[in-house]
C-alpha cells in the first residue's frame, strides 16, 4: 500500500460570503509532486479532526502560503506583509500538537517558516530590507549551497542545490531548538533547515514542486515519500512494497 502524504490545504474565511463561508485553495503541483513519487496525496481541510487525520497518514507536507502573522513569533507585522487567514495557522498548530513522533514532515516556502516558529524561530519578515540581496520573488532559478554532512546532502548527493524562489520572506538567524540551518543563498538567505535528530523533518524556503523534473526537486520528494513509507511500515508492523 502507498503511503498516505497530507497536504494541508490553504483556507480563506469568509463569514460573509453567502455561498460558503470562506474557500480553500492549493497549487495543483504539490499533490502532483507527491504523487509522481509514489505517494497519495491527500488533501486536510482544517475541519478534519487532528487527532484522526493524524493517525491516518504517513506523512505531512506543509505546503507555501502568504505571511504568518509575527505576533506568533513576537514581534509587530511589516508594513509589506500580507497575512495569512488565522484559521490556517491555529489548524496546523492542532495537527502538530497531535502528531505522532516519528511523522515525516516536508515544510516549503511558508511551511518551512512555520516548522522554525513552531521550534521557537524567528523569521526575516521582509529580505528587500536587507541591502544587495538577490531577487527572491520572480521564481528565477537559483542555486544553494547546502551543508555537507546533512541529511539534505545526503538526500541530493550533493552539496548543491538548485530551486525557484518566490517568497519576500525567509527563516532568520533565530533557528528553532532542535532544527539547523542546513542551506543558503549566496546572500545569506536561509534556504533550508532540518531536524538535528532522527525524525525525518525539512524545511525548504525554495519551491522543489515548482521545477519537478530536475535531480534537486525529485530527489527530495522520493526520500519524502521513502520515509513515509517506513514510517507506515513501522506503524503497520507489515513490509511496504517499494
Known amino acids: 500500500m502507498r503511503p498516505l502524504i497530507g497536504i494541508t490545504a490553504i483556507p480563506t474565511s469568509d463569514p460573509a460570503d453567502p455561498?460558503?463561508?470562506?474557500?480553500?485553495?492549493?497549487?495543483?503541483?504539490?499533490?502532483?509532486?507527491?504523487?509522481?513519487?509514489?505517494?497519495?496525496?491527500?488533501?486536510?481541510?482544517?475541519?478534519a479532526d487532528p487527532a484522526t487525520v493524524m493517525s491516518l497518514i504517513d506523512g505531512w507536507l506543509i505546503p507555501g502560503g502568504i505571511d504568518m502573522d509575527a505576533s506568533h513569533y513576537g514581534e509587530e507585522n511589516h508594513p509589506a506583509c500580507e497575512?495569512?487567514?488565522?484559521?490556517?495557522?491555529?489548524?496546523?498548530?492542532?495537527l502538530w500538537e497531535a502528531m505522532p513522533t516519528g511523522?515525516?514532515?516536508?515544510?516549503?516556502?511558508?511551511?518551512?517558516?512555520?516548522?522554525?516558529?513552531?521550534?521557537?524561530?524567528?523569521?526575516?519578515?521582509?529580505?528587500?530590507?536587507?541591502?544587495?540581496t538577490a531577487d527572491h520573488v520572480s521564481g528565477a532559478m537559483q542555486t544553494y549551497g547546502v551543508e555537507?554532512?546533512?541529511?539534505?546532502?545526503h538526500i541530493l548527493g550533493s552539496d548543491r542545490a538548485e530551486g525557484r524562489s518566490f517568497h519576500h520572506q525567509a527563516i532568520d538567524h533565530r533557528i528553532g531548538s532542535g532544527l539547523r540551518a542546513v542551506a543558503w543563498?549566496?546572500?545569506?538567505?536561509?534556504?533550508?533547515i532540518e531536524g538535528t535528530g532522527d525524525r525525518w523533518i525539512i524545511g525548504l524556503q525554495w519551491h522543489p514542486e515548482r521545477s519537478m523534473g530536475s535531480p534537486t526537486s525529485?530527489?527530495?520528494?522520493?526520500?519524502?515519500?521513502?520515509?513515509?513509507?517506513?514510517?507506515?511500515?513501522?506503524?503497520?508492523?507489515?513490509?511496504?512494497p517499494s
Open 19 to 47: 455561498r460558503g463561508g470562506g474557500n480553500f485553495s492549493l497549487y495543483w503541483n504539490y499533490p502532483e509532486a507527491v504523487a509522481k513519487a509514489g505517494g497519495v496525496p491527500v488533501i486536510l481541510p482544517c475541519h
Open 83 to 94: 497575512l495569512q487567514d488565522p484559521s490556517r495557522i491555529a489548524y496546523e498548530r492542532r
Open 103 to 132: 511523522l515525516p514532515v516536508l515544510g516549503i516556502c511558508y511551511g518551512a517558516q512555520f516548522i522554525n516558529v513552531l521550534h521557537g524561530g524567528g523569521l526575516e519578515q521582509h529580505i528587500p530590507d536587507r541591502k544587495e
Open 148 to 153: 555537507p554532512g546533512s541529511r539534505l546532502a
Open 185 to 192: 543563498h549566496e546572500d545569506s538567505t536561509v534556504e533550508a
Open 218 to 240: 525529485d530527489r527530495i520528494f522520493d526520500a519524502f515519500v521513502v520515509a513515509a513509507a517506513r514510517y507506515q511500515e513501522a506503524k503497520h508492523g507489515v513490509q511496504v
